[in-house]
């Protein structure tokens, strides 16, 4: 096991770095960089605005290549791009900015003015508080839930069940989060819960208990949207395991010797039945961390990760890009690695080595 770890490990670097290449190719092709940006907030104009304007330089002359920089001084895009290090050509920016990574310099926000890795870290325990809570969620509602269905499969319970369950997989769950805000957060019928954001904002002057309950209040409507939309796919997982697992020769054995049937569920079916759906825990958060979660921050308001970065690509903040990114991929192989573990731990008759991996 501890050569495949090494392997494992072996391979975060040249990823790492195939990913950031990839990426920040596509980044050079994208329109409305920061320069951009600068100068339309100095013209006092929106970028959907300087698309016009670009429309009708092309007409004639323009002082550079920039949208909307006609009638501009040069020296002053000559400083912007200084500013923002354009002055220098992509591949140079690129290897720099690798250089730097390596040094876990993660530059500076164009336009927060603020390290990078101290927003990330700022922002990182909301991502990661919302992905957990939503995932204790799901698992207490996906593990008990599959395990009824399989023992009652093709009863009344399991037929409903499964409607239910197939109509909240079809949701989004952003969509989702837009019905409970205009139901539940004063939208067109009840003021029950806030809008916005995980803590009220007199926090700090709440006693302890206050915090918690304010803290939890919050994140109902945002742990209600992450669960709707992910709990389906593990309560089938549960559900399929389970019935594979009761068809098996040393469940009939078990009841033929006259053990209940609790003691033949949770004895001896549980184990082998669990062992995909707990070894698949790290996946699982990646999937809640890095896709749902993002869309819910967004929506509501939330200081975390996923709204960091979304901000980010919408004033083309580069370094904010980047270093998001590069923490989100390195957190992924590292799940993606524990996730093998935990295939190890809940059966050691798992072997990666044995199998070539």
């Known amino acids: 096991m501890g050569r495949y770890i090494l392997r494992r490990a072996l391979l975060i670097p040249p990823t790492l770095f195939g990913v ?81 990574y390596l040094r876990l310099d993660f530059g500076t926000s164009y336009f927060q003015d603020r390290p990078v890795l101290e927003l990330v870290a700022e922002r990182l325990p909301v991502s990661l508080s919302l992905g957990l809570w939503s995932l204790l969620a799901i698992y207490s509602i996906s593990i008990p839930l599959g395990v009824a269905k399989a023992v009652r499969d093709g009863a009344r319970f399991d037929v409903w069940t499964s409607a239910i369950v197939f109509t909240a997989y079809a949701i989004p769950g952003y969509l989702f989060a837009v019905v409970l805000i205009v139901v539940f957060a004063g939208g067109s019928y009840l003021d029950w819960f806030p809008m916005r954001g995980l803590v009220s904002d007199s926090f700090d002057q709440l006693t302890f208990p206050q915090q918690v309950g304010d803290y939890l209040w919050h994140l109902v409507l945002p742990l209600a949207s992450l669960t709707v939309g992910g709990f389906a796919t593990l309560t089938m997982l549960t559900k399929n395991s389970f019935l594979e697992e009761l068809g098996k020769q040393f469940v009939l054995t078990a009841r033929a010797k006259g053990l209940a049937e609790n003691r033949v569920l949770f004895g001896h079916v549980f184990r082998n039945a669990m062992l995909i759906v707990i070894a698949g825990f790290p996946a699982a958060f990646i999937g809640i961390l890095f896709t749902g979660a993002l869309a819910i921050e967004v929506i509501f308001s939330l200081d975390g990760i996923g709204l960091l970065g979304y901000d980010a690509v919408v004033k083309r903040d580069y370094p904010i890009i980047f270093g998001t990114l590069f923490c989100f991929t390195l957190i992924g ?14 059966d050691p008759r798992i072997d990666f080595e044995g199998r070539g991996a």
């Not at 092309?58 to 920089?69: K, V």
């Not at 799940?335 to 935990?342: A, F, K, N, Q, Y």
Request: aromatic residues 10%.
């Open 333 to 346: 192989m590292a799940m993606r690695l524990v996730g093998d573990l935990t295939y190890v731990l809940v």
């Open 20 to 100: 950031m290449i990839i990426n920040f190719i596509i980044i050079q092709f994208a329109p409305g960089g920061p320069v951009e940006q600068a100068i339309a907030e100095m013209s006092g104009l929106s970028m959907s605005t300087t698309a016009s304007i670009s429309a009708a330089e092309s007409m004639g002359p323009a002082t550079s290549g920039y949208q909307g920089s006609a009638g501009l001084d040069p020296e002053i895009i000559a400083k912007l791009e200084k500013q923002f290090g354009f002055d220098r050509p992509a591949h140079e920016r690129f290897f720099l900015m690798i250089w730097n």
